[in-house]
């Protein structure tokens, strides 16, 4: 797969593409890549993902707050690495792009700068300054410019139509089995290990402070959840805690993410790690002392070890 950054020098054989921001690269959007792989093979092209970065809200609304994002960009490359799409351009999205006309975004980025000769599009686009690039806005496009466009359908999960939203919302409330059947592949989150207390070292179960790698990053709801852990090359089982903390962090919503890894004892202060979501054990709650909290703490590790065996 090749990446741009720019158009500056765009090639590609007969450009099949397709236009949005994919945030989790869930069913829906795979729906339409599986789609626009097969049509650029039938037309003997390429599979061309235009993206943007950074998320266009963060320019269009730059004081908002509660923007949580299901993939950071890294992840997003791997995704659609995997998917075997030819190009994926990651266009800069700033005032200038925002302000940029529909029918000039058309003329200027996919006919003249990428050559576009398929325009695969989902049920729901809408696009450019105002989102008034329609369905039937574009087709009047297509005749005048001489490219075609396709319309996938919605994609649905027992009658529930598949969205960013959603999945957003099953994160919230605990709810990774949903999440991870939305996505297609277990909700990752990966992040550097930080200092903490140490608190849970005195109990006999050491964690793991994690620092999210985007402030974007959207982190699931409170509570303690059964994961696999990815750390150089190796998954390790574990369970994690995601909590309120009264120091700051730097996580969406200051929250604290500690995880214990089973039977490892390493020093991995300042290192990167993955965190691959499974499920939710039980909510967070106070103990009333540390007797019952390491009781339920063993009760949590024998979970866990169910839910990932």
Not at 171 to 192: C, M, Q, R, V, W
Request: aromatic content about 12%.
């Amino acid at each position: 797969m090749k990446i741009h950054y720019n158009l500056d020098n765009f090639e590609a054989k007969t450009p099949v593409v397709t236009i949005g921001t994919f945030d989790g690269l869930h069913k829906g959007h795979q729906l339409v890549v599986s789609q626009l792989k097969e049509l650029a093979g039938k037309m003997g092209g390429e599979s061309v993902i235009f993206t943007f970065y950074p998320h266009p809200r963060v320019v269009t609304s730059p004081n908002e707050t509660n923007l949580r994002l299901l993939t950071t960009k890294e992840e997003k490359i791997g995704l659609f690495d995997k998917m075997g799409i030819d190009h994926l351009i990651i266009y800069p999205f700033n005032k200038e792009f925002a302000e940029l006309s529909y029918s000039d975004f058309v003329r200027t980025i996919l006919v003249e700068k990428m050559g576009t000769k398929c325009l695969v599009v989902g049920y729901d686009h809408r696009f450019g300054k105002n989102r008034e690039g329609g369905y039937d806005y574009l087709k009047n496009c297509a005749v005048k410019y001489n490219f075609e466009v396709i319309r996938t359908d919605a994609l649905s999960v027992k009658a529930d139509k598949i969205s960013s939203t959603k999945i957003r919302e099953a994160l919230e409330s605990g709810d990774i089995p949903k999440a991870n059947h939305y996505l297609g592949y277990n909700f990752t989150l990966h992040g550097t290990v930080v200092s903490g207390k140490q608190l849970g070292r005195k109990l006999g179960f050491p964690t793991a402070n994690i620092e999210a790698s985007d402030k974007y990053k959207i982190i699931p709801g409170y509570g303690v959840y059964a994961v696999y852990a990815e750390f150089e090359g190796k998954t390790y089982k574990g369970m994690l805690n995601i909590g309120m903390r009264p120091t700051f962090n730097k996580n969406a919503d200051n929250r604290s993410i500690e995880v214990h890894i089973f039977d490892f004892e390493e020093d991995i202060y300042g290192r990167e790690i993955t965190l691959n979501f499974m499920a939710k054990i039980r909510e967070e709650q106070k103990f009333a002392g540390i007797e019952s909290l390491v009781n339920q703490l063993n009760d949590d590790k024998i979970t866990a070890l169910k839910l990932l065996s």
